[in-house]
């Protein structure tokens, strides 16, 4: 049950990624731009959340990559909005 949760926060943020991504591609609006790639940070913390929980569950702590992946993920959204302001 656990993996399903972790699995379904991992394919929503890929979905996320993926469809800011694809609008960005259209219109060009570049927040789309950072926003997409802030999802795609947390598509891959939400892969290393399933990976740590469910793989490597006591021999490999993962705990401080998956917050170095997601800090970076949230910095590019912030770039995105400070300094890429229209």
């Not at 990976?51 to 705990?63: N, R």
């Amino acid at each position: 049950m656990v993996g399903l949760i972790y699995g379904s926060c991992a394919f929503t943020a890929l979905l996320c990624a993926g469809l800011l991504l694809r609008a960005y591609r259209r219109s060009g609006y570049r927040l789309l731009l950072w926003s997409g790639l802030c999802f795609v940070g947390l598509t891959l913390n939400n892969l290393l959340v399933v990976i740590d929980k469910l793989l490597f569950k006591i021999e490999i702590d993962l705990g401080t990559p998956r917050l170095v992946v997601a800090l970076l993920a949230m910095l590019v959204l912030l770039y995105g909005l400070i300094w890429d302001a229209e």
